[in-house]
């Protein structure tokens, strides 16, 4: 049974920072692409980070220069620090990875983690 587990959300200050993390059980991350995403109410999800299982990364363009996604691939888990944060940072943000199966692909979603900017 694979599960995502997102925590570090919290009450930030505009500018402050925090750091995700994002832990899987049943799957091993170091084989897997990992996105963050986020969603606040009313919204689309949209994504905010990706990193490949080779360490690439990519960034949506609201949050170049500010977050930073890596991987501790030994303990399983996938970070977002986000610093000099704004009032639009304010969501809920998602881990994500999929795997393939010989039907297709299943896909992996956290229970979320509220990033509230004040």
């Known amino acids: 049974q694979v599960q995502l587990m997102e925590s570090g959300g919290g009450l930030v200050q505009a500018g402050g920072s925090l750091t995700l993390s994002c832990v899987a059980s049943?799957?091993?991350?170091?084989?897997?692409?990992v996105t963050w995403y986020r969603q606040a109410p009313g919204n689309q999800r949209e994504l905010v980070a990706h990193?490949?299982?080779?360490?690439?990364?990519d960034y949506a363009d609201s949050v170049k220069g500010r977050f930073t996604i890596s991987r501790d691939n030994a303990k399983n888990t996938v970070y977002l620090q986000m610093n000099s944060l704004k009032p639009e940072d304010t969501a809920v943000y998602y881990c994500?990875?999929?795997?393939?199966?010989?039907?297709?692909?299943?896909?992996?979603w956290g229970q979320g983690t509220q990033v509230t900017e004040l």
């Open positions: 994500h990875t999929w795997d393939r199966t010989f039907r297709g692909r299943s896909d992996y």
């Open positions: 049943g799957i091993i991350f170091s084989s897997k692409d």
């Open positions: 990193i490949t299982n080779g360490g690439g990364t």
